[in-house]
């Protein structure tokens, strides 16, 4: 794990924002929908690219990191959910941990109020209330 860079609260402020209308709107995970958004482009075009990501991300989200070689990932948080940090280390990926306080609070909302789409989320049974 390494340490923030002076524009990484900034960027993760910027993916907050988004998240929250992630939250109203419902749909795939971030990091997806912004692979998705970004279009069809080769790999190296992510080389050195940052990815910001309000929760550590899935199994599914770090294949796609890894697939598409983005070299840096900045997480808002990881106490919600611990999810494949480990694999991006291994597979030589950059990332920080902002423990950001605004970050852990959405998600831990995100799972009171949704159960069934988290464990979707992160591959597990939900309840739904």
């Given at each position: ?19 929250k ?5 419902g ?11 970004a ?49 991006l ?10 423990d ?5 609070k ?24």
């Amino acid at each position: 794990m390494s340490t923030p860079r002076a524009d990484d609260k900034k960027f993760m402020k910027i993916a907050y924002e988004e998240a929250k209308k992630g939250y109203d709107e419902g749909g795939i995970p971030a990091e997806i929908s912004a692979l998705q958004t970004a279009g069809r482009l080769p790999a190296s075009s992510y080389k050195n690219t940052t990815m910001y990501t309000t929760l550590s991300p899935c199994s599914m989200c770090t294949g796609a990191i890894l697939l598409y070689k983005i070299s840096r990932v900045v997480i808002g948080e990881n106490r919600t959910f611990v999810g494949s940090e480990d694999w991006l280390g291994v597979k030589g990926v950059e990332f920080v941990v902002m423990d950001d306080e605004e970050c852990r609070k959405l998600m831990e909302r995100f799972i009171e109020e949704r159960p069934g789409d988290w464990g979707e989320d992160i591959g597990e049974e939900g309840e739904e209330r």
